[in-house]
């Protein structure tokens, strides 16, 4: 499967397990078609193809206002996801390649793993988790896409990119509420 053609279907994409230092990226069928490889202190990680290659990757930018700027191996910018200030999700800010800009839309106020994208075509795709919140892996995903507006490199980006903000988020959260 190419991962740089344009995408309908579901992607999964489980969380990251304790210890291990990526998560793998399966179509609907079990099949692996890529992997991320997590740098957790740093919040880099890297997409790799279904060999094991490097494709994208991803050098979180920024103190106060973060932006998650993928690049491919080339330098070619992936996506380029920048949250909101006041509003982290419903306010960020979503480059695709080719200049495509997409909304992006929290489901519920109260998880943060519930996402729309919208386009000027309409709804794109959206995230939902496979877990529940409070298990090892809350972040665990279902990626649909129902438009081929993405490629899969794309939505695997941007999944990764809301995992990131999605978590930075919730340890500020808890390092405010002690």
């Known amino acids: 499967m190419d991962i740089l ?39 880099k990680f890297e997409v790799l193809d279904a060999t094991g290659a490097m494709v994208a990757v991803c050098e ?19 996506l380029e996801l920048t949250p909101g200030s006041w509003r982290t999700f419903n ?13 992006v839309r929290q489901l519920s106020m109260w998880s943060d ?5 919208h386009s000027s075509a309409g709804m794109v795709g959206r995230i939902m ?13 279902a990626f649909e896409l129902y438009l ?12 990764q990119a809301l995992r990131l903000v999605a978590r930075r988020a919730r340890q500020q959260h808890a390092s405010a509420g002690t």
């Open 5 to 43: 053609a344009p995408f309908t279907g579901t992607l999964f994409m489980p969380d990251k397990e304790f210890l291990a230092d990526g998560s793998p990226v399966l179509l609907e069928d079990g099949q692996s078609i890529a992997a991320i490889q997590w740098h957790t202190f740093s919040e």
């Open 60 to 78: 979180p930018r920024g103190f106060l206002r973060r932006r998650y700027p993928v690049r491919m191996r080339d330098g070619r910018q992936v």
């Open 91 to 103: 306010g960020a800010e979503l480059l695709l390649a080719g200049d495509r800009r997409l909304t």
């Open 113 to 117: 793993r519930k996402f729309e994208f």
């Open 129 to 141: 988790p496979t877990t529940g919140m409070f298990t090892f892996r809350p972040d665990s995903y």
């Open 148 to 159: 081929p507006t993405m490629s899969a490199l794309e939505a695997i980006s941007l999944a």
